[in-house]
């Protein structure tokens, strides 16, 4: 096997995100309250109606995380700018999902479509992770992580719609505006 730049990065991403879930495991199950030391509970957490929503998910360290939450049973919603990458990030994380895992279900991956530059359009995509989780009225499954990784650098100065800079708006603004519409819906059952 040849060790690409690429294929290096591609493994330090890997690894960073299995870090941070890990992360989020030990402490949510450090909340639960039971018996059993952080690490064994980490690892019998169920992911039975766990949904996560991952921006910017259609390459990079979004992709690499959406693959990984997948492959341990999570609903995944990728988001991303354009409908044709996003239909590609859904077959990689399938594929590896499936090379990956035991499992003989395929894995259930979501997605919504959203430039995030604008306010507007951050509230629609709270709206639209708010309606995955909601099936005739009543909540179906808990939004239990929220990825906010969407980001731009732009090496010139543009101004959005609502007349905020472009990489302002994408990085600063928008996790805020998401996280704020999406809080009920990540502290529901707390």
Same mark, same amino acid.
């Given at each position: 096997?040849?060790?690409?730049?690429?294929?290096?990065?591609?493994?330090?991403?890997?690894?960073?995100?299995?870090?941070?879930?890990?992360?989020?495991?030990?402490?949510?199950?450090?909340?639960?309250?039971?018996?059993k030391p952080a690490a064994a509970s980490a690892m019998s957490i169920t992911t039975t109606a766990?949904?996560?929503?991952?921006?910017?998910?259609?390459?990079?360290?979004?992709?690499?995380?959406?693959? #990984?939450?997948?492959?341990?049973?999570?609903?995944?919603?990728?988001?991303?700018?354009?409908?044709?990458?996003? =239909?590609?990030?859904?077959?990689?994380?399938?594929?590896?999902?499936?090379?990956?895992?035991?499992?003989?279900?395929?894995?259930?991956?979501?997605?919504?479509?959203?430039?995030?530059?604008?306010?507007?359009?951050?509230?629609?995509?709270?709206?639209?992770?708010?309606?995955?989780?909601?099936?005739?009225?009543?909540?179906?499954?808990?939004?239990?992580?929220?990825?906010?990784?969407?980001?731009?650098? =732009? =090496?010139? #100065?543009?101004?959005?719609?609502?007349?905020? =800079?472009?990489?302002?708006?994408?990085?600063?603004?928008?996790?805020?505006?998401?996280?704020? #519409?999406?809080?009920?819906?990540?502290?529901?059952h707390q």
């Open positions: 096997m040849v060790w690409t730049r690429s294929r290096i990065q591609h493994q330090i991403q890997a690894l960073l995100v299995l870090i941070l879930l890990s992360s989020f495991e030990i402490m949510f199950s450090n909340s639960n309250n039971n018996s766990k949904t996560a929503l991952v921006t910017g998910s259609t390459d990079g360290i979004g992709l690499t995380t959406a693959k #990984h939450l997948a492959a341990k049973g999570y609903t995944v919603i990728l988001h991303g700018r354009d409908a044709s990458r996003i =239909e590609r990030a859904k077959t990689i994380v399938q594929t590896f999902v499936a090379s990956t895992t035991r499992t003989t279900a395929p894995p259930r991956i979501l997605s919504v479509q959203a430039d995030i530059s604008t306010v507007e359009n951050c509230r629609t995509l709270a709206k639209q992770v708010r309606a995955f989780l909601t099936v005739d009225g009543c909540n179906s499954s808990r939004l239990y992580l929220l990825v906010n990784n969407a980001g731009v650098f =732009e =090496e010139t #100065h543009q101004l959005t719609d609502d007349g905020l =800079e472009t990489t302002f708006a994408v990085n600063v603004m928008a996790p805020f505006v998401i996280t704020s #519409h999406l809080l009920p819906q990540l502290l529901m």
